[in-house]
């Protein structure tokens, strides 16, 4: 069967799998079709997280502010999973238009529209409630409080929602997705690196032990799972290397909150227009070291030194300037006429990007990925991204609430520790459930669970340390539930029978 009608063949589903490790690890092949199944895997895999309650759960879950605030209606994770979807098969699409493409996405494990696609629609199933502060908050109170050596981050916790519980049949955990798509899923295709204390000078001068202590995508007790999942392009892409699909779906994550969510903060009038505009004159007129387009600089070319480049920086806050300027700061005609400004030079910008997608027989930078924007236009994201951390994120309102949801978290999570180390008993069920499946597995099951292949009925997949069991409880509520739950367990509301259930 051809690809999406390209003619590069889909046999790199699981290339570099033997037929010997596909059966020994029968579960995670995502080979046996059901009965009548139409579907090719990757569409298989597509519809299993779209039609799974994790993916569904993003519509109450933060992407940068609360969904539920009093403001236009903004992007939550799910519409925003949505939009790296859509836009990350607009990137394979194009790249696949390019016949010259085909013979080197082949000798680099393969590619496939629909991998890309059901990898977007997967990025972000792991983020927990109030966005990447919550993120924050239950790394350090991982490590801290509950003694997980790994801690917490949310491209890991995505990787184990596909890979443990039985979330969708009794034979077997997990989403049961073929390799090519964990794979893809894999944005940080590593565990975590090893601690060392923040005033080392290793942190201040090694980007990339930086990036690897900050994001990963696979927690201790998951890493053979990635590492199955990776054989297929074993010998083809270096062991830090992205697959093509994960850098397409990386890609497609950066452009869309790029443009998308600069958007939303504009139309809902918390983007602070005018302290944009003069900080990217200023940049343009001759930056200073307290400029906030300095600052961005200055880090690209400490964490990017292969790929940075100091003119093309320059030349994108040009760009950027005149794009926003047409699109955003146009006060003329009216409310209407102004979101109808924005939202066109967002399209634009989208098609911009999309169509700069550069394919390379080697990768960008060392580690880096085979697939990535131009080079211009890496530098034009990254400032636009810039601009929304910065005007939008650092700003004292928004700190205000984060604060408040970080003091939600942290009580939350000593809450549901009291309550399992006192009353274990009469735990919600999701949470008792998988604390007793851990506890009952010992330090030595992940090997040995592995090693007989974990494909047996009702055998449960390797949960780690047992206190990872809270985190994955809180990291299946949304923002609403996460605030009804920490009400009730404080004490703050009225606690009423069997409400706790539906958690």
Request: hydrophobic letters at 40%; glycine letters at 8%; a negative charge.
């Amino acid at each position: 069967m051809d690809n999406d009608g390209s003619g590069v063949p889909l046999e790199r589903r699981i290339v570099g799998v033997s037929a010997t490790v596909a059966s020994r690890t029968g579960r995670f092949s995502g080979l046996t079709p059901g009965k009548g199944e139409v579907r090719d895997e990757a569409l298989r895999d597509y519809d299993r997280i779209l039609y799974s309650s994790e993916w569904r759960r993003l519509g109450g879950v933060t992407q940068v502010m609360s969904p539920f605030d009093d403001a236009q209606l903004m992007h939550n994770r799910l519409t925003h999973s949505e939009k790296v979807a859509q836009v990350a098969r607009g990137i394979a699409s194009t790249l696949l238009a390019k016949t010259a493409n085909h013979a080197v996405m082949h000798a680099l494990g393969g590619f496939d529209v629909r991998v890309c696609e059901a990898a977007g629609m997967a990025h972000d199933l792991g983020h927990p409630p109030f966005g990447h502060i919550g993120e924050r908050v239950l790394d350090r109170l991982a490590r801290d409080e509950l003694g997980i050596v790994d801690g917490f981050e949310g491209n890991a916790q995505t990787f184990r929602i596909v890979a443990v519980g039985r979330t969708r049949s009794v034979n077997y955990e997990g989403f049961d997705l073929t390799a090519a798509t964990l794979a893809a899923i894999a944005k940080y295709p590593w565990t975590r690196a090893e601690e060392v204390r923040q005033h080392d000078e290793k942190v201040q001068s090694d980007a990339n032990y930086r990036r690897e202590w900050l994001k990963f995508s696979a927690y201790t007790s998951e890493e053979p799972l990635l590492a199955w999942a990776r054989q297929f392009a074993e010998g083809k892409i270096g062991g830090k290397t992205q697959t093509l699909e994960a850098s397409v779906m990386d890609s497609a994550d950066d452009i869309t909150y790029a443009v998308h969510d600069l958007e939303d903060f504009y139309l809902a009038g918390i983007l602070d227009v005018a302290s944009v505009h003069e900080e990217l004159e200023a940049f343009k007129d001759g930056p200073d070291e307290d400029n906030a387009f300095t600052v961005l600089r200055n880090r690209l070319a400490l964490d990017y030194q292969d790929w940075f480049d100091p003119d093309l920086f320059q030349n994108a806050a040009l760009i950027v300037l005149a794009k926003l300027r047409s699109g955003y700061w146009r006060q003329r005609g009216g409310r209407r006429f102004q979101e109808a400004m924005a939202r066109t030079e967002g399209t634009q910008l989208i098609g911009r990007y999309i169509a700069g997608m550069q394919l390379a027989e080697g990768v960008l930078w060392p580690n880096g990925p085979h697939v990535g924007l131009s080079r211009s236009h890496w530098h034009e994201v990254q400032i636009l991204k810039h601009i929304t951390k910065y005007f939008v994120i650092e700003r004292p309102d928004v700190a205000l609430l984060q604060h408040g949801q970080e003091a939600v978290l942290e009580n939350l999570v000593r809450l549901l520790k009291t309550w399992a180390e006192k009353d274990a008993g009469r735990l919600p069920a999701r949470l008792r459930d998988n604390l007793e499946i851990a506890k009952k597995q010992g330090s030595s099951y992940i090997a040995s669970y592995y090693e007989r292949g974990g494909s047996e009925q009702f055998r449960d997949a390797p949960r780690g340390n047992p206190q990872r069991a809270i985190l994955d409880y809180l990291c299946a509520l949304s923002d609403a539930q996460c605030l009804a739950l920490y009400y009730r367990l404080s004490g703050q509301q009225v606690h009423r029978g069997g409400l706790s259930h539906g958690f």
